[in-house]
């Protein structure tokens, strides 16, 4: 097989064309005749070798221009008059008129509008079969005479006679002002319009009017920026869109909701890309987006927003489909999500403060009775909790309830946008910090998880409620107000022994060091070394006690924590005992307690020179046996009645002062406090507990009141009964465990003072390293420095930096051009 043997190839004619001459005029009938033919569709007797042989004569004799010419002129005649004829007849009044009111309907205006576009695409697609069928008989003029000489191939140069003859000539050149071309836009929007309206229109047939205008160019140069598609039809429509969305942008916001706008939109949009696919073009769907896109969400998005089903009302009644949708608009036009931020971080700070006010108003109520466990007669005695502890409690519920809305929110409807989540821990982090007793309340939530929340939990239910707790803390700008309270409540559950794990306890610190770093939690880990190393000194001390000799069997055995001052919060563990220098009152203890409390200093003076040891008896518990009057028991011989009570060092100070005290005598309140110097409110509570309390009234108090009064005479109780042995003497409070105002204010006032010093060792750690700084950028980096545990009051700043001058640590640059200072070494 020879090699291209199957590839087509013109060679001249061997025979019959060797005359010096050619009879052109003959020739072009025969071409002309058989060319009226091909149009009329009556080409089936045509001999193509034949005809082209006569082209190629015309073409090989230097004639080829004037064939050229011939079958140029040829078409323009063609199309002016036969095919023009055609189209015209396929034209209405209402298609003429371009929508002025001539009494059409929109059905007529429809049908007329598809027959119109049928018959110009007949014309046009017979017209290209045609020029096909020319093209293949003139394919040599093509090949010679057209390349030689830069002319357009015969095909392209009838396309354009297409374009120059039909489309832009007046339909009418006596009686109308309109092109072809411009009604063929007319109709095509008009379609357009129809369908977006609702009503069905033949798709097919504007995509092959789209064709037509695809393959035919402004000018004869083949750019691809100047197909008539793009520069006349594309352009109307787009204006005509935008026309249309505006005007259906306002009905809407005035007809219907936020949700059912934004399903429209979102229908428009997808109607418009499927409309660029089967019956315009795809070069237009970016186009047509972005028009969509600016009339119906750039220029109308804040009042869907805004609007009285809008955001806030979505979010208010759980509407995550329509904020999803809300959320994908403002994502087309802003991927700052400006608006939707903007309404999200409102109603954010408007349910925020909500909570705030709730929870202030509720800490001003009266205390809530809060039944037992199951409700029951038998269950355990109600609680009585103070309001301000219920609202604390309920302002971090709150809270959390808040975010994890939120959250859900964010995960479902707005496609966990990182935009948008900065945008949420701002205007949470804004609310909670408003708040003034933010950091105190999120840390009396920890503690009372630590102390009975966390009970019967799963370890995935706890590390849950941890990750809440870090959460909230995550929000806290003062953060050192937090370690505060933090370390008071701390200290309160580990020397009271009420924390549920203290693997827990010690897990919750891991999460504060991996979240705030190592020097937020040093203190805290100390407060828990101290506690392992308090129970091997009171190992050691019974050891040391045992060594001594004989026991004693009246002996008070003597379990001891050994706190460090500077590590353990004393101003949250010595309570409303204080002084008002801030010193603990000193107890005065019953002497079998006094004899085992000075051979403890002297053992510990042993291991410790130099140390000075104070004690704390308001934190501590104690164990002691009870015996009451004997009664008669079954067999009816007379038994002791021996309980073992737990309970607070003070309350067994009160208790021992009755073991020498006749039976028929009694103790005031005046009399005890003298000889205990039990501070007032201390003792109050805990004569409460005594002789008040139902269960557990081991005094008998005259006159029997629920408060504890001037004058009133306490007697031990030998009628106390109980069917335990073992009892629990709790000590009687309000249930708060929320600071007082006055309390808050002295809390406030030892944060200012440890502030001060956190802020003077930053501006001298940056004065030291810089030698040199202005006074502006000196505020800026101490701010800077102190960000992650307090947001610095700039006052402050100016006095700690004023007060260094005084102590000769900086001093000011006389000659500075801005205000200055230089660190003294």
């Known amino acids: 097989m020879l090699t291209g043997r199957g590839r087509g190839k013109i060679r001249p004619p061997r025979r019959g064309l060797n005359g010096d001459d050619v009879d052109f005029e003959s020739m072009w009938e025969i071409l ?67 929508g002025a009111n001539n009494g059409s309907t929109p059905n007529e ?46 095909f392209a140069c009838a396309m354009s006679l297409f374009r120059d003859n039909i489309l832009k000539p007046q339909a009418f050149p006596d009686s109308s002002d309109f092109s072809i071309l411009s009604i063929l836009n007319h109709v095509i929007l008009e379609q357009i319009r129809m369908e977006r309206e609702g009503d069905q229109i033949n798709k097919s047939l504007i995509k092959s009017c789209i064709y037509m205008l695809e393959g035919l160019y402004e000018t004869d140069v083949e750019n691809e920026d100047q197909r008539l598609y793009i520069t006349s039809f594309e352009t109307e429509f787009l204006e005509a869109s935008r026309e ?39 070069t237009t769907r970016g186009k047509i987006e972005k028009v969509v896109e600016e009339e119906l969400i750039s220029n109308k998005i804040q009042e869907v927003i805004d609007m009285e089903s809008g955001v806030i009302f979505m979010i208010d009644n759980d509407r995550l489909d329509e904020l999803g949708m809300v959320y994908d608009l403002n994502a ?34 009266q205390p809530l009775i809060v039944p037992g466990e199951d409700g029951a007669e038998k269950s355990k005695a109600p609680v009585v909790l103070n309001q301000q502890t219920f609202a604390a409690l309920k302002w971090v519920e709150d809270v959390l309830q808040l975010k994890d809305r939120f959250d859900q929110i964010w995960k479902d409807a707005f496609q966990s946008d990182q935009v948008i989540q900065t945008s949420l821990t701002r205007s949470f982090a804004d609310f909670i910090n408003f708040f003034p007793r933010s950091s105190e309340y999120v840390s009396l939530f920890i503690d009372e998880n630590m102390k009975k929340g966390l009970k019967d939990k799963s370890e995935s239910e706890a590390d849950i409620i941890l990750e809440k707790a870090i959460t909230l803390l995550r929000y806290i700008q003062d953060k050192d107000m937090f370690e505060r309270y933090y370390k008071k409540h701390l200290g309160r559950r580990l020397l009271m022994n009420k924390s549920v794990s203290v693997d827990v306890e010690k897990q919750m610190l891991m999460r504060m060091k991996i979240e705030l770093g190592n020097n937020f939690t040093l203190k805290m880990e100390a407060m828990f070394k101290d506690m392992a190393i308090s129970q091997d000194l009171s190992n050691k ?58 051979g403890f200093e002297k053992f510990y003076a042993q291991k410790h020179s130099g140390r000075l040891l104070t004690w ?28 073992e009570l737990n309970v607070s060092t003070y309350a067994m100070i009160i208790l021992m002062l009755f073991n020498d005290l006749p039976a028929d005598q009694s103790l005031s309140l005046e009399e005890i406090q003298a000889r205990t110097n039990i501070p007032t409110h201390d003792l109050r509570r805990n004569l409460q507990s005594l002789a008040v309390a139902p269960k557990t009234r081991i005094l008998r108090k005259e006159p029997m009141s629920r408060e504890i009064n001037a004058g009133d005479k306490f007697f031990f109780n030998d009628s106390f ?9 709790g000590v009687i409070s309000a249930g708060n465990k929320v600071e007082g105002e006055k309390e808050r204010k002295e809390t406030e006032k030892r944060n200012d003072d440890a502030r001060k010093n956190l802020i003077e060792a930053a501006v001298v750690r940056i004065m030291k390293q810089r030698k040199e700084l202005a006074h502006q950028q000196l505020l800026t980096e101490t701010i800077t420095q102190l960000a992650s545990r307090f947001k610095p009051d700039v006052n402050m700043i100016k006095k700690r930096i004023e007060s260094l001058i005084e102590r000769e640590f900086l001093e000011r640059i006389e000659d500075a051009a801005v205000p200055s200072y230089r660190y003294l070494a």
């Open 32 to 98: 002309s005749a058989a060319f009226r033919q091909i149009h009329t569709k009556n080409a089936s007797t045509l001999s193509y070798e034949e005809l082209y042989r006569y082209a190629y004569r015309i073409v090989l004799k230097k004639r080829g221009e004037a064939l050229y010419k011939r079958v140029r002129d040829f078409e323009q005649n063609w199309l002016s008059t036969e095919v023009r004829s055609y189209i015209q007849e396929q034209l209405t009044s209402s298609l003429i008129s371009q």
């Open 109 to 154: 205006r429809r049908i007329s509008g598809q027959k119109f576009l049928t018959g110009l695409k007949n014309a046009w697609q017979n017209h290209q079969l045609c020029m096909s069928m020319l093209a293949d008989v003139l394919m040599y003029m093509d090949r010679v005479y057209c390349t030689d000489h830069r002319q357009a191939h015969i």
């Open 244 to 282: 249309f969305y505006r005007s259906e942008g306002e009905t809407l916001l005035r007809d219907s909701t936020a949700g059912l706008y934004c399903r429209h939109t979102k229908k428009r949009l997808e109607e418009e890309q499927d409309r660029c696919k089967a019956s315009l073009s795809e």
């Open 332 to 365: 087309r036009v802003d991927p700052k999500k400006t608006h939707l931020t903007a309404a999200v971080q409102k109603r954010i700070g408007q349910m925020g403060a909500d909570v705030n006010k709730a929870a202030m108003d509720s800490s001003l109520g």
């Open 541 to 598: 001390y019974r050891e040391y006690v045992a060594g001594l000799g004989d026991v004693d069997p009246q002996r008070v055995d003597l379990s001891i924590n050994v706190l460090t001052s500077g590590t353990w919060p004393m101003d949250g563990t010595s309570g409303p005992g204080e002084q008002g220098d801030g010193t603990q009152t000193k107890c005065i203890f019953p002497s079998a307690i006094e004899r085992v409390k000075q």
């Open 616 to 643: 704390q008896p308001n934190m501590g518990t104690a164990d002691i046996r009870a015996t009451f009057a004997k009664v008669a028991s079954n067999n009816g011989a007379l038994k002791e009645r021996r309980h």
């Open 721 to 729: 009964q109980s069917k335990f042995i073992k009892i629990k003497v």
